[in-house]
């Protein structure tokens, strides 16, 4: 039975929560897909610190670049190089003095034998040899940013030309990661964050930084977002939490 009391306190607890409520927003980051690890990370603790609820969406940079040039409704960009955001910025689609650099990251050779001996990375590496009948994995190595510095780096060593035919090239860096640790791809190439994030491949080598441009995830808001959670969600970006979520992962954070 509701006593007049019972129903004073139940107004004073809904007149309580009905303020968070009204004030829980939304944002959705569009992310590049070897992120996917640290980003699940990142956004959980951020919907825990702030009550608001993250959408991450994940797919290679050119895809989201694309989305975002076609009016796809994201708030947030990270790339997993410059090129794509430039473009965008060139496009009038990024927030002005909202962008800057949060990431870096390697690319390694891996495969997928467990027992695989290291490989010492230079002019000299059979790679052909390595791939016997078997096909080199890699993202598009023209449009998606993890098959752009894979293929400047077989480029620099002077390796591309006998590997170029035997390149299955995939969507993305994860797909491409997937070829290999199911065994379709006996080698490949990916961020050292995806194969710490996949148990069922082997680093045989890391790619020296001078054989390719550097690899840099730069973060901006989007010109066309709606919500004033962008800066919130940039600045958690930069903090202790998210920073410790991105190196758990193996990236290194800018300016650590």
């Known amino acids: 039975m509701f ?18 409520a009204a004030t829980a927003g939304e944002i959705t980051v569009f ?39 076609q009016g796809a409704p994201a708030d947030i960009f990270i790339s997993a190089n410059t090129g794509w955001m430039d473009a965008l910025e060139a496009d009038g689609l990024v927030e002005e003095g909202t962008r800057f650099d949060l ?78 640790a199911t065994g379709e791809a006996p080698y490949g190439i990916v961020y050292a964050t995806d194969a710490v994030a996949e148990d069922d491949v082997t680093v045989v080598a890391t790619f020296p930084t001078q054989t390719h441009p550097p690899i840099v995830y730069p973060a901006a808001a989007l010109g066309q977002s709606d919500t004033s959670l962008t800066q919130d969600f940039l600045d958690f970006l930069r903090g202790p939490e998210a920073r410790a979520a991105f190196a758990r992962q193996g990236f290194v954070v800018v300016g650590d």
């Open 3 to 20: 006593t007049p009391a019972l129903c004073r306190a139940t107004a004073l607890v809904a007149a309580i929560l009905a303020p968070s």
């Open 31 to 69: 992310a590049a897909a070897s992120m996917t690890n640290a980003m699940a990370d990142v956004e959980a603790r951020f919907e825990a610190d702030t009550g608001h609820d993250v959408t991450v969406s994940l797919a290679g940079s050119s895809a989201l670049a694309r989305q975002i040039r």
């Open 103 to 180: 990431l870096n990251n390697a690319i390694v050779l891996i495969a997928a034998d467990a027992s695989a001996a290291p490989v010492e990375v230079g002019p000299d590496m059979d790679l052909a040899g390595l791939l016997g009948d078997g096909r080199l994995a890699m993202a598009l190595v023209d449009a998606v940013p993890a098959g752009i510095y894979g293929k400047a780096a077989l480029e620099t060593l002077g390796l591309w030309d006998s590997v170029a035919p035997r390149v299955a090239q995939a969507d993305n860096v994860r797909a491409a990661l997937a070829f290999v």
